[in-house]
T-cell receptor, first 116, second 111 residues
Framework: SAVISQKPSRDICQRGTSLTIQCQVDSQVTMMFWYRQQPGQSLTLIATANQGSEATYESGFVIDKFPISRPNLTFSTLTVSNMSPEDSSIYLC?????????????FGSGTRLTVV | GQQLNQSPQSMFIQEGEDVSMNCTSSSIFNTWLWYKQEPGEGPVLLIALYKAGELTSNGRLTAQFGITRKDSFLNISASIPSDVGIYFCAGQLRGAQKLVFGQGTRLTINP
């Protein structure tokens, strides 16, 4: 099964600043996905990151606010720009990989962001 | 957009009891996935379902892909304290890569 490392695991940031979250996978994957989980809520897809092309953003999310890089098949970054307290959430990256006998989406442990 | 309606939102049960939760949608899904999330962690895949009518078990967990392709359920038998957490269903639409998540079921177990 794929191992996903996310950094940082948590951070407290000042409003107006930006934070870049890194996601490293231990094997090559075509697509990487970035999700947001607001406090007490479910997961919402922010964007899909493909290597060699621009990320595809979901409705309600824009590149200026959440720029994404995908320089190779094992790594991606998500930046949360010009942060406000409303951006306080858990941000998770995910890939579609085999987990045991299942094919499904594997998630990193997430980045818990608090904006003050 | 597509929505998954997951119920119940929360459950408070005694250790040893069986648990049942389900997800429904107005859309047809190709894949149903069930995840568990514990505090400070990302969701962990429990069971994946790929065919309508499919019934799959993983230890004390059993999940089924509804015949209409619009629903799925997850059962947990003989619950134990480590079953505590939030359980999410997720569906993948035909031809789509992304997942749509249910709102989650928070399971609390009294010893």
């Amino acid at each position: 099964s794929a191992v996903i490392s996310q950094k940082p695991s948590r951070d407290i940031c000042q409003r107006g600043t930006s934070l870049t979250i890194q996601c490293q996978v231990d094997s090559q994957v075509t697509m990487m996905f970035w999700y947001r989980q607001q406090p007490g809520q479910s997961l919402t897809l922010i964007a899909t990151a493909n290597q060699g092309s621009e990320a595809t953003y979901e409705s309600g999310f824009v590149i200026d606010k959440f720029p994404i890089s995908r320089p190779n098949l094992t790594f991606s970054t998500l930046t949360v720009s010009n942060m406000s307290p409303e951006d306080s959430s858990i941000y998770l990256c995910s890939v579609d990989r085999k987990v045991g006998s299942n094919y499904g989406y594997t998630f990193g442990s997430g980045t818990r962001l608090t904006v003050v | 957009g597509q929505q998954l309606n997951q119920s119940p939102q929360s459950m408070f049960i005694q250790e040893g009891e069986d648990v049942s939760m389900n997800c429904t949608s107005s859309s047809i899904f190709n894949t149903w996935l069930w995840y568990k999330q514990e505090p400070g962690e990302g969701p962990v895949l429990l069971i994946a379902l790929y065919k309508a009518g499919e019934l799959t078990s993983n230890g004390r967990l059993t999940a089924q892909f509804g015949i209409t392709r619009k629903d799925s359920f997850l059962n947990i038998s003989a619950s134990i304290p480590s079953d505590v957490g939030i359980y999410f269903c997720a569906g993948q639409l035909r031809g789509a890569q992304k997942l749509v998540f249910g709102q989650g079921t928070r399971l609390t177990i009294n010893p």
